[in-house]
């Protein structure tokens, strides 16, 4: 275990910022991951797996703790389902098409999201109708405090629209080093009913589709919507789509009747975050190296050379164009770094 120092970030993160960490230290291990923890001489220390839900600032004084623990574990089975152990340092994606290889179930429509298994259930990532805690059932984490392993249940982690434990009263506490997932062995459940899949499959002429098939109409949709990171950085979806009270919506749909939305609950609905930046004119739109992807406003992208700083300067743009034009505010998804 080396612990570099002046080391740049550009490898690690989606976005290819060619940030600076004072420290730079890799643990494959829980064992490395504990000692380092406990190691009193940096001040402070930063958690990164796949770097694919960050922005970070141009220089950062700490040490970057980058969690690299691999492997997958079959735990239980049964005749219906199965409970698989996966390490923090897995690719995501990666995870996902070997559970379909084997036939396992309940992750496909969150085929092609960046980044590792590791901080999924921070965010609670979710995509086309689905979302991570639907097949969560713990995961095991490192307290960051006092080194102890410890289990955290799916009733611990307190999952919400990308939230969770971990982002509130849990943040900074825990490195999460694996995440065990329940998955359906047969009968799977076809979660087909979001429009873009919907669309997709009758393209394809699917009418009966398998996880598989799910999968690939998700992949696709993915691909014709999203910039590879690997050819324009970026770090996905960059804002959450706001969930507002029913009176707030009803004023928003009487001045926006072509606007889309989704039924939460009785009381909260939710309105796609890319539709409200296009309406202020930003999908496309590029300033200096950073700018909105040209298929997707909800994208922000590196063209170049922007740095963390330009990229921020551009959120804030777009955050204060939507409250000013809609009076409704959207966040970002993505952790700011500094």
Same mark, same amino acid.
């Given at each position: 275990?080396?612990?570099?120092?002046?080391?740049?970030?550009?490898?690690?993160?989606?976005?290819?910022?060619?940030?600076?960490?004072?420290?730079?230290?890799?643990?494959?291990?829980?064992?490395?991951?504990?000692?380092?923890?406990?190691?009193?001489?940096?001040?402070?220390?930063?958690?990164?797996?796949?770097?694919?839900?960050?922005?970070?600032?141009?220089?950062?004084?700490?040490?970057?703790?980058?969690?690299?623990?691999?492997?997958?574990?079959?735990?239980?089975?049964?005749?219906?389902?199965?409970?698989?152990?996966?390490?923090?340092?897995?690719?995501?994606?990666?995870?996902?098409?070997?559970?379909?290889?084997?036939?396992?179930?309940?992750?496909?429509?969150?085929?092609?999201?960046?980044?590792?298994?590791?901080?999924?259930?921070?965010?609670?990532?979710?995509?086309?109708?689905?979302?991570?805690?639907?097949?969560?059932?713990?995961?095991?984490?490192?307290?960051?405090?006092?080194?102890?392993?410890?289990?955290?249940?799916?009733?611990?982690?307190?999952?919400?629209?990308?939230?969770?434990?971990?982002?509130?009263?849990?943040?900074?506490?825990?490195?999460?080093?694996?995440?065990?997932?329940?998955?359906?062995?047969?009968?799977?459940?076809?979660?087909?009913?979001?429009?873009?899949?919907?669309?997709?499959?009758?393209?394809?002429?699917?009418?009966?589709?398998?996880?598989?098939?799910?999968?690939? %109409?998700?992949?696709?949709?993915?691909?014709?919507?999203?910039?590879?990171?690997?050819?324009?950085?970026?770090?996905?979806?960059?804002?959450?789509?706001?969930?507002?009270?029913?009176?707030?919506?009803?004023?928003?749909?009487?001045?926006?009747?072509? %606007?889309?939305?989704?039924?939460?609950?009785?009381?909260?609905?939710?309105?796609?975050?890319?539709?409200?930046?296009?309406?202020?004119?930003?999908?496309?739109?590029?300033?200096?190296?950073?700018?909105?992807?040209?298929?997707?406003?909800?994208?922000?992208?590196?063209?170049?050379?922007?740095?963390?700083?330009?990229?921020?300067?551009?959120?804030?743009?777009?955050?204060?164009?939507?409250?000013?034009?809609?009076?409704?505010?959207?966040?970002?998804?993505?952790?700011?770094?500094?």
């Amino acid at each position: 275990m080396i612990v570099h120092e002046h080391f740049s970030l550009k490898n690690y993160n989606t976005f290819g910022i060619d940030a600076t960490a004072r420290f730079f230290v890799e643990v494959t291990s829980i064992e490395e991951l504990q000692d380092i923890l406990g190691n009193q001489d940096y001040d402070r220390k930063i958690i990164i797996g796949g770097g694919s839900n960050m922005l970070l600032s141009d220089y950062i004084e700490a040490l970057f703790i980058h969690v690299d623990l691999k492997g997958k574990k079959i735990i239980s089975e049964s005749n219906e389902t199965v409970e698989v152990q996966v390490m923090a340092g897995e690719n995501w994606h990666d995870m996902v098409m070997w559970a379909l290889d084997q036939n396992f179930g309940g992750l496909e429509n969150m085929s092609l999201i960046p980044g590792n298994t590791g901080t999924a259930p921070i965010q609670n990532i979710g995509a086309y109708g689905v979302e991570l805690k639907d097949c969560f059932v713990s995961c095991e984490a490192v307290s960051i405090e006092n080194q102890e392993l410890v289990t955290l249940t799916k009733e611990d982690c307190k999952f919400g629209y990308r939230d969770s434990f971990f982002k509130n009263e849990g943040k900074d506490k825990y490195v999460i080093t694996s995440v065990t997932f329940s998955f359906s062995k047969k009968d799977h459940k076809i979660n087909s009913g979001y429009g873009a899949i919907e669309q997709q499959l009758e393209k394809d002429s699917i009418s009966d589709p398998s996880i598989k098939d799910i999968s690939n %109409a998700v992949i696709a949709i993915r691909q014709s919507k999203l910039p590879d990171p690997k050819v324009l950085g970026n770090s996905g979806s960059f804002f959450k789509n706001p969930i507002v009270e029913k009176e707030i919506f009803k004023e928003f749909a009487l001045k926006n009747p072509e %606007a889309p939305f989704y039924k939460v609950s009785d009381e909260y609905y939710k309105i796609p975050a890319g539709w409200l930046i296009e309406q202020c004119g930003f999908k496309g739109k590029r300033f200096g190296d950073a700018g909105v992807h040209k298929n997707q406003a909800l994208v922000l992208v590196n063209y170049d050379n922007a740095t963390g700083k330009d990229i921020l300067n551009l959120a804030e743009k777009i955050i204060d164009a939507v409250k000013t034009k809609f009076n409704i505010e959207i966040s970002p998804e993505v952790n700011l770094i500094k």
